[in-house]
C-alpha cells in the first residue's frame, strides 16, 4: 500500500509555511497530509474551502502602533476597551466589578479534529479570556484593528458567562 498525500495548492503551501515558520511540525504535517476541506467532507459539503481559497495572505506582524486612550466608539464612551491589535491582546486599567480579563497564548478553541480548528490552534498568537461574574453595570468593548499591509491574523476570544452574571459585550473589527 502507498502513501498518498494531496499535491498542495499555492494556498495550503503558504498555510503549511506559516504553521513551519509558527513552530507548529506537527500541525504542518497533519496539514501536509490532509490539506484543506473540500465537498468531500461531510462537514465542508457545501463550501468546498480547497477550491474557494486560492490566495493566503501573510500572517500579521506585531503592530506598531500603540492601544488607543479612548473608547474607537464615541457612542460607547462609557464602556471599557480591551484591544486587540494584529491579534495581540492589550489590557490596560482595571476592569469593572464582576469582570475578569487576562491574556494568554495560544487558541481558545477545543482540540476536535478539523482542519480549521487545527489551523487556528497551530497559528494562533495570543486569546483574551473574559469572565463575567454577576451584574456587570458597565459596557465591555472588545476591538480588535488590523494595522499595516494586507495580512490575516489568528487570534481568539473566551467569554464565561457564571450563572446569573449579565452584561454587555461588544466586539467591533476594524482596519
Known amino acids: 500500500m502507498t502513501d498518498q498525500k494531496p ?10 509555511a506559516q504553521l513551519e515558520q509558527a513552530g507548529q511540525a506537527a500541525g504542518a504535517g497533519e496539514f501536509a497530509t490532509a490539506g484543506l476541506p473540500t465537498r468531500r467532507v461531510e462537514s465542508y459539503h457545501y463550501s468546498d474551502l480547497r477550491s474557494l481559497l486560492t490566495k493566503v495572505p501573510p500572517l500579521a506582524v506585531a503592530a506598531d502602533v500603540a492601544p488607543g486612550t479612548e473608547s474607537p466608539a464615541p457612542y460607547l ?12 491582546v492589550f489590557l490596560r486599567g482595571s476592569m469593572p466589578e464582576g469582570v475578569n480579563a487576562r491574556k494568554a497564548s495560544g487558541s481558545v478553541l477545543s482540540e ?22 454577576g451584574r456587570v453595570g458597565r459596557t465591555v468593548l472588545v476591538s480588535r484593528h488590523l494595522s499595516g499591509d494586507a495580512c490575516h491574523v489568528v487570534d481568539g476570544v473566551d467569554v464565561i ?15
Open 7 to 16: 499535491i498542495l495548492t499555492g494556498a495550503e503551501k503558504a498555510l503549511l
Open 77 to 88: 464612551s462609557d464602556a471599557v476597551c480591551l484591544e486587540m491589535i494584529n491579534g495581540r
Open 112 to 133: 476536535r479534529d478539523d482542519a480549521l480548528v487545527r489551523l487556528n490552534r497551530g497559528l494562533a498568537g495570543e486569546a483574551l479570556y473574559l469572565q463575567f461574574d
Open 161 to 175: 458567562v457564571a450563572p446569573g452574571a449579565s452584561g454587555t459585550l461588544v466586539e467591533m473589527f476594524d482596519s
